[in-house]
């Protein structure tokens, strides 16, 4: 880690998903002259989920884009100090706690909101990495234009999958579900949603072990019911291949100070956005593998930044 000091501040948030806007706009409202880095993904994954039609308040539903440009508006309008750049280390071994952004500079902070989310997973095929950017996602709003009229396979059973899948049918002619199990884990509605829609075909009990194509993704490898006696393998043409299969917490460049579950969700004393680490609070899907909603993730993250305020109170600072 670089050792230039260029600021300090009293409230660093990490993250700009619904928990890390919302800390932001309760941390402002607190007089803590907060600064949030938007990281990775500015407005975090919301911004490319399709509706969002549970979240309390929107009765017609909002896109998830402009609700996260909603949020970010509504903290700036309170003063908080919301800035691009991504956390590349840390070093919270005593306070004030040191975050390194974009490799270079050094933020010195009394109390750090971490809220860096979650990232798609891959199957961990080497075909994902050669056709990556050819016929590979894990994002259908970010890609599914492309796949006007063609075909196009999820992966899945959850409601991502879902979700995927029916946003996908409405610009593809034909959208496969494959589902390793033999049932769909996704909530009813959800499931209904997908099995009245024509274009979309479940393939239940299909496993991918590859892609192939000349240049870019024009089918891919099924195994139907692998590992079993009447296993069978089978090759669909397909032109766009999409990853729905769950997340994994960005919590990487945290783990040498605070403590994890072994996939890597933040532990936090229960009913509170507390660490291990005084000071230091995880809001939204780092610390979540349990609910994972906007509005979940917005809840903690208010929780975090009273947390905050209330720490700072405690040690007069
Ligand atoms: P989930 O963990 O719920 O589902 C993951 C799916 O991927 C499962 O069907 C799982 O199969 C499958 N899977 C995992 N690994 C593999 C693999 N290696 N090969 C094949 N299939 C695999 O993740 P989601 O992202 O769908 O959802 C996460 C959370 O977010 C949930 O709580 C969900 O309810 C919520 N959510 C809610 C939405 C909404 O309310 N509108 C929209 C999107 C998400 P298996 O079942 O066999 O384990």
Not at 45 to 54: F, G
Not at 190 to 209: G, L
Request: charged share 20%; proline share 4%; hydrophobic share 40%.
């Amino acid at each position: 880690m670089s050792n230039t000091t260029n600021e300090k501040v009293r409230c660093l948030i990490i993250g700009s998903g619904p928990a890390g806007y919302t800390a932001a706009i309760y941390a402002s409202r607190a007089n803590l002259n907060p600064v949030l880095y938007e990281g990775m993904q500015p407005g975090g994954q919301l911004t490319t989920t399709t509706d969002i039609e549970n979240f309390p308040g929107y009765p017609e539903g909002i896109s998830g884009f402009e609700m996260m440009e909603d949020l970010k508006k509504q903290a700036m309008r309170f003063g908080a100090d919301i800035r691009l750049g991504i956390a590349t280390a840390s070093d919270l071994s005593q306070a004030p706690y040191k975050i390194t952004i974009d490799g270079e500079k050094v933020i010195e902070t009394e109390t750090l909101i971490i809220s860096t989310g979650a990232t798609a997973k891959y199957l961990g095929l080497p075909d994902e990495q050669k056709y990556a950017g050819m016929g590979v996602s894990a994002c259908a709003t970010c890609d599914g234009f492309f796949y006007r009229k063609k075909t196009v396979a999820v992966v899945g059973g959850g409601d991502t999958a879902c979700e995927e899948a029916l946003y996908l049918a409405s610009l593809a002619s034909l959208v496969y579900l494959i589902v390793r199990k033999p049932f769909l884990r996704a909530s009813k509605v959800m499931q209904e949603r997908v099995m009245r829609t024509p274009n979309i075909k479940v393939m239940f009990e299909h496993n991918t072990i590859g892609l192939f194509g000349e240049n870019g993704v024009e089918g891919a490898h099924l195994v139907y019911r692998m590992g079993e006696e009447d296993e069978e393998k089978v090759d669909i043409a397909i032109d766009g291949f999409f990853l729905a299969i769950g997340h994994t917490p960005n919590s990487g460049i945290f783990k040498e100070w605070i403590e994890t579950d072994e996939t890597g969700y933040i532990k936090t004393v229960p009913g509170t956005p507390r660490t291990n680490v005084p000071g230091v609070f995880a809001a939204g899907d780092v610390a979540d593998p349990h609910y994972r909603q906007a509005i979940t993730a917005a809840g903690t993250g208010c929780m975090a930044a009273i947390e905050a305020e209330r720490y700072l109170l405690e040690k007069g600072i």
